[in-house]
């Protein structure tokens, strides 16, 4: 019923249903089999230090059996996208979305640097609705970006689920708005965690995310971009609110780290917080 609730399917046709289940059920047991092994996304990093031992993995498998996993297991959705670094657009990375949904306007993801079992906890995406979005104040609309292009483009996928599901998700997250923070950057070959979480932004236009790591994706999930890229042309997707995205009007926002832990195309004199100011220059005007 939540797989149902998330992609908005409530046609009339049992069998549409019968197929979007059936599609759902096929998805979540991919999350359980770690993102099922052909499609296999793995951590570009490996484990620091000492590797899981014997008594350890006793004291896992007894927690699991004794504890419950309540908030984890309400995870019924898996999206996979790719996010920029707020002030830096050169610094992308393929995101694995795990999300699990709080209400009809909001749902919250949390994100991995692949679909396995070691794979590295990045950070965490906030989804919510137009309407939900268009309540903030006006500062905090800065922090958020939007998913029109990401939907339209057919980066945005949900591997595993049928078309009719894919497209009823997608429908449903072409107006929405999300915040993203990362806390672990793996896609710089970081082993730990280091360094202050990072503002995180969606792309918005073609020609700013990299091919080769579009390609790469599709090749490896087998899928399509410009295929769904077709196939979503359809779908009807409201103006962006202007308030959101706000790098593309010359307010980058970014967190200062005061760890010194540059990140990849950051300069060493940009150590304030005006290093946001490094923003790629490519700003596509407003889509209407």
Known sequence: ?????????????????????????????????????????????????????????VLENSAALLQTQAPVSAINTYLDGFHFTSGRMQ?????????????????????YDGNVRDAKLMGVEYVISARLFESLPDAEKALWHSHRHEVLS???????????????????????????????????????????PQLMMGFTADGQVKPSMVQERDRR?????????????????????????AWMHGNTIQLADPTGMLHATERPAAASASRADSTDTRRPPLRP
């Not at 609730?5 to 998805?27: K, V």
């Not at 610094?91 to 994100?111: D, F, K, P, R, T």
């Not at 971009?225 to 202007?242: D, H, M």
Request: aromatic share 4%; charged share 15%; hydrophobic share 45%.
């Open 1 to 57: 019923m939540q797989a149902l609730q998330l992609c908005g399917i409530f046609d009339r046709h049992q069998e549409t249903l019968r197929t979007a289940i059936h599609g759902a059920m096929a998805a979540l047991m991919c999350v359980g089999a770690a993102g099922c092994d052909n499609h296999a996304a793995r951590s570009p990093v490996a484990v620091a230090g000492t590797g899981e031992t014997a008594g350890l993995r």
């Open 221 to 245: 999930m087998e899928v399509s971009s410009s295929e769904r890229r077709l196939a979503r042309s359809a779908i009807a997707a409201p103006a962006v609110n202007p308030a959101a995205d």
């Open 91 to 111: 610094e992308q990375m393929e995101a694995h979305h795990y999300c699990s949904v709080l209400g009809e306007e909001l749902i919250q993801c949390v994100i």
């Open 154 to 196: 057919g980066q945005l996928v949900a591997p595993g689920i049928p078309e009719v599901a894919e497209r009823a998700l997608m429908t449903r997250l072409v107006s929405t708005y999300g915040k993203t923070w990362h806390t672990w950057h793996t896609n710089l070959s970081q082993t730990l965690p280091l360094g202050i």
